[in-house]
């Protein structure tokens, strides 16, 4: 079985030296770099399994850096964060990162963290031949992250992919903000769920007066679902 690789990008060396030493030691393969431009590259030319990326960085800063990534790539990202330093967090789930961490950390968190992103990963992996929901006239697919209205094939965020079939999964089922947070991005993002509401705002978009039989709606108050007309 091949190690599974993790890129921490960081241009503080002394936190890479302690980071390698404790992701050895639990049997991940590390890759360091110290620079965002560089990230992009190694990425590129490795392909790790994860990232944990700084984001204070020269060159690209970390929000860019997980832009480029995400313009070709899902890999999980957990982004480090100095304290004190505005950390937007929902710039961060926006732009497609996984989860957070505020340094100065805890190494045993940090693994913890990598392990529950990676079994997550892994879990969906395993439910592949489930992952396409139909309705009247909306497909999606999360095999091919693909969205298709109406015959044709709707240019679609992976997040709002990733919320859009888990509402439609669950049909007339009522989720909160805090719930969704939990389920689609898999961590609390300590109730901080102005996101959800950017991300379904988007989908509605897509998907206005498409059909009769369906709807993604807003249950004031509590939540979102997605309504199937029996």
């Not at 890759?31 to 944990?52: S, T, Y």
């Not at 961490?101 to 031949?129: C, G, M, N, Y």
């Not at 006239?137 to 709002?160: A, H, S």
């Amino acid at each position: 079985m091949s190690l599974e690789k993790i890129l921490v990008v960081d241009d503080d060396k002394n936190i890479c030296e302690l980071l390698r030493l404790y992701l050895e030691k639990e049997g991940y393969s590390v890759i360091l770099c110290h620079d965002g431009q560089e990230a992009v590259v190694k990425f590129n030319a490795l392909n790790p399994d994860m990232i944990l990326l700084d984001i204070m960085l020269p060159s690209l800063d970390g929000w860019q850096v997980c832009r480029e990534i995400r313009k070709k790539s899902n890999v999980p990202i957990i982004m480090l964060t100095a304290k004190g330093e505005t950390f937007d967090k929902v710039l961060g789930l926006e732009l497609g990162a996984d989860d957070y961490v505020v340094k100065p950390f805890d190494t045993k968190e940090i693994v913890a963290r990598i392990k529950a992103v990676l079994r997550r990963i892994s879990q969906t992996s395993h439910t592949e031949e489930a992952k396409e929901v139909v309705y009247d006239k909306l497909i999606v697919n999360m095999t091919r992250y693909e969205l298709k209205v109406n015959g044709k094939v709707v240019d679609t965020p992976p997040k709002e992919l990733e919320l859009l079939f888990h509402l439609a999964s669950n049909p007339n089922r009522v989720y909160t903000r805090d719930q969704l947070l939990d389920e689609v991005w898999g961590f609390e993002y300590y109730g901080d769920s102005r996101t959800i509401d950017v991300h379904v705002k988007r989908l509605r978009e897509k998907l206005e007066n498409v059909s009769d039989k369906w709807a993604l709606k807003t249950v004031w108050g509590v939540g979102y679902k997605f309504e199937v007309n029996e």
